[in-house]
T-cell receptor
Framework: DAKTTQPNSMESNEEEPVHLPCNHS???????IHWYRQLPSQGPEYVIH???SNVNNRMASLAIAEDRKSSTLILHRATLRDAAVYYC?????????????FGKGTKLSVKP | AAGVIQSPRHLIKEKRETATLKCYPI?????VYWYQQGPGQDPQFLIS???????DKGSIPDRFSAQQFSDYHSELNMSSLELGDSALYFC????????????FGNGTRLTVT
């Protein structure tokens, strides 16, 4: 089962920052937090991931709470192309190598 | 950069027929994952392979089987197709480990009539 919870939907204005929250109070201390997004009719796309420290890449920033019970994906300037479903996922080590178990993501709408 | 390639992009089958979906991972990726996404649903993990051996198993029906070949490509075989099997099927590849991002293909849209 997914170990994360996210809002069903969020709205943003174009060129404004977006903060997408995720709660993951039950993940273990060694589970990475991954963020993916899915545009309509496309496969999920990797956005960012981290363990304890805040992470930055060309797409976004990931702020992880000190107690690791929550994290926030930050899109610094939303564009219309950022409209997608954003998934916050913890790595599931139920089997041998593990895998990503998608839960209910956040549908982000971006208004011009 | 090379991405994950899936074929075919679209497939139409009738009930009780069989279907084979193919996935070609990114070069040097040793792990392949299969996901199923029904209409309006979130992706559901089916099965994964690491170094040509089955690694993890999710909600894959017994009518489905999969394997990873010596060149690391993978095939998902689906038999006795049902209407409910109509979905997008995504393949993803990565290098080993939970620190490695998954790279997804654009999927195969299977329609069962």
């Amino acid at each position: 089962d997914a170990k994360t919870t996210q809002p069903n939907s969020m709205e943003s204005n174009e060129e404004e920052p977006v903060h997408l929250p995720c709660n993951h109070s039950t993940i273990s201390g060694t589970d990475y937090i991954h963020w993916y997004r899915q545009l309509p009719s496309q496969g999920p796309e990797y956005v960012i991931h981290g363990l304890t420290s805040n992470v930055n890449n060309r797409m976004a920033s990931l702020a992880i709470a000190e107690d690791r019970k929550s994290s926030t994906l930050i899109l610094h300037r939303a564009t219309l192309r950022d409209a997608a479903v954003y998934y916050c996922i913890s790595w599931d080590y139920g089997g041998s190598q593990g895998n990503l178990i998608f839960g209910k993501g956040t549908k982000l709408s971006v208004k011009p | 950069a090379a991405g994950v390639i899936q074929s075919p992009r679209h497939l139409i089958k009738e009930k009780r027929e069989t279907a084979t979906l193919k996935c070609y991972p990114i070069p040097r990726h040793d792990t392949v994952y299969w996901y199923q996404q029904g209409p309006g649903q979130d992706p559901q993990f089916l099965i994964s392979f690491y170094e040509k051996m089955q690694s993890d198993k999710g909600s894959i029906p017994d009518r489905f089987s999969a394997q990873q070949f010596s060149d690391y490509h993978s095939e998902l075989n689906m038999s006795s197709l049902e209407l409910g099997d109509s979905a997008l099927y995504f393949c993803a590849s990565s290098t080993q480990g939970m620190d490695s991002p998954l790279h997804f293909g654009n999927g195969t849209r299977l329609t069962v009539t």
